[in-house]
């Protein structure tokens, strides 16, 4: 008995799906230099942004090296992270771009051997 699903149909099936998914889960490549100059401007105040911060201004807040080697903090958890609500956060919005490249930079905070 043939299937009623054809491999064609699935693939452009999948086709469109992708290229509908909503831009929150679409990512361009960014640029940590941009992204670490990003969090020192808009970040700083309430995050230890800078590779070797072990803690944030504000008590309690994670720095981004922390956020970075996070179990499961992928660029995609990262972006979904940025999105989302949090208590005592500013709901920034941030550009495009903006935010590509400061998820960049959070990943290159990594440790060594941590890649996601």
Request: glycine fraction near 8%.
């Amino acid at each position: 008995m043939k299937s009623p699903v054809s491999i064609p149909g699935v693939a452009v099936f999948m086709a469109v799906s992708i290229a509908a998914m909503p831009e929150a889960f679409a990512q361009s490549e960014g640029v940590a230099s941009r992204g670490a100059a990003f969090a020192e401007q808009n970040c700083a105040r309430c995050h230890g942004v800078g590779p070797g911060d072990k803690s944030s201004p504000v008590p309690g807040l994670a720095p981004f090296r922390v956020i970075a080697n996070s179990p499961g903090m992928t660029g995609l958890a990262i972006a979904v992270w940025l999105r989302t609500p949090h208590n005592d956060m500013p709901n920034l919005v941030i550009a495009a771009e903006d935010r590509s490249d400061l998820i960049a930079y959070i990943v290159s905070l990594r440790d060594a051997g941590n890649a996601k």
